[in-house]
T-cell receptor, first 112, second 114 residues
Framework: KQEVTQIPAALSVPEGENLVLNCSFT??????LQWFRQDPGKGLTSLLL?????REQTSGRLNASLDKSSGRSTLYIAASQPGDSATYLC???????????FGKGTTLSVSS | NAGVTQTPKFRVLKTGQSMTLLCAQD?????MYWYRQDPGMGLRLIHY???????AKGEVPDGYNVSRLKKQNFLLGLESAAPSQTSVYFC?????????????FGPGTRLTVT
C-alpha cells in the first residue's frame, strides 16, 4: 500500500530564508506527484505537478524535484515571505490515474 | 469560470439523519473525486468517477454512496450519518488522461454529526 510521508510536520522560519520541504513515498509506481497549498479553513490550491518522467518543475519562487527511484520529492521555496505561511501537502497519483495518496502535510510559518 | 464548487459549505446533522453533498465543475472534466480530511489522518479518497454514469470505491467508502448522473455533477450521500463522519469533505476534478490528471479542488464542506 502506498504511503506518503512529509517531514517536518511543522517549520518556522524568518522572512527571506530559503527552505526545503520533504516528501517521501513507498511505491515508485506513480503517475505523477502534485504539491498543494492549503490555507486554514480553505480548500487546496495546486502549486506544481511533476510527471513521473520529469525531474523538476518550477513556478516563480517554487521549485519541486522528483527522484522516483528513491521515492522522494522536495519543494524548494526561495526568499520566503509571510504570505507563504500555510500547510503544504504532497500527493502521488497512482498509475491508473484514479487515486491521489496524500501526505499529512508540513505547516509552514514565516515570520516578518 | 467558477471551477469546482461545493454545496453546502457547512452542515450540522444528528446521528441517523441523511444528507447529500453536491459538487459541480464547469471545466468539462471527465474525472471527479470525493475526499475527506481529518486531523492527523490527512486527505483520504472516498469515491471517484471516471465519467458520467460511472462510480468506484476509494480508500474509505463505507457509509457513503455517490452518483454521477451528469458529467458536471458528483453527489455524495450519507444515508444514516454517524459521528465518525464528522469531517471536512472536498470534491476534486481532473480532465483525465495523459498529462491532464492534475486535480482541482473545491472549497470544502464542513460537516458535524452530533
Amino acid at each position: 500500500k502506498q504511503e506518503v510521508t512529509q517531514i517536518p510536520a511543522a517549520l518556522s522560519v524568518p522572512e527571506g530564508e530559503n527552505l526545503v520541504l520533504n516528501c517521501s513515498f513507498t511505491d515508485s509506481a506513480i503517475y505523477n506527484l502534485q504539491w498543494f497549498r492549503q490555507d486554514p479553513g480553505k480548500g487546496l490550491t495546486s502549486l506544481l505537478l511533476i510527471q513521473s518522467s520529469q525531474r523538476e518543475q518550477t513556478s516563480g519562487r517554487l521549485n519541486a524535484s522528483l527522484d522516483k527511484s528513491s521515492g522522494r520529492s522536495t519543494l524548494y521555496i526561495a526568499a520566503s515571505q509571510p504570505g507563504d505561511s500555510a500547510t503544504y501537502l504532497c500527493a502521488v497519483l497512482n498509475q491508473a490515474g484514479t487515486a491521489l495518496i496524500f501526505g499529512k502535510g508540513t505547516t509552514l510559518s514565516v515570520s516578518s | 469560470n467558477a471551477g469546482v464548487t461545493q454545496t453546502p459549505k457547512f452542515r450540522v446533522l444528528k446521528t441517523g439523519q441523511s444528507m447529500t453533498l453536491l459538487c459541480a465543475q464547469d471545466m468539462n472534466h471527465e474525472y471527479m473525486y470525493w475526499y475527506r480530511q481529518d486531523p492527523g489522518m490527512g486527505l483520504r479518497l472516498i469515491h471517484y468517477s471516471v465519467g458520467e454514469g460511472t462510480t468506484a470505491k476509494g480508500e474509505v467508502p463505507d457509509g457513503y454512496n455517490v452518483s454521477r448522473l451528469k458529467k458536471q455533477n458528483f453527489l455524495l450521500g450519507l444515508e444514516s450519518a454517524a459521528p465518525s463522519q464528522t469531517s471536512v469533505y472536498f470534491c476534486a476534478s481532473s480532465y483525465g488522461g495523459g498529462y491532464s490528471y492534475e486535480q482541482y479542488f473545491g472549497p470544502g464542506t464542513r460537516l458535524t454529526v452530533t
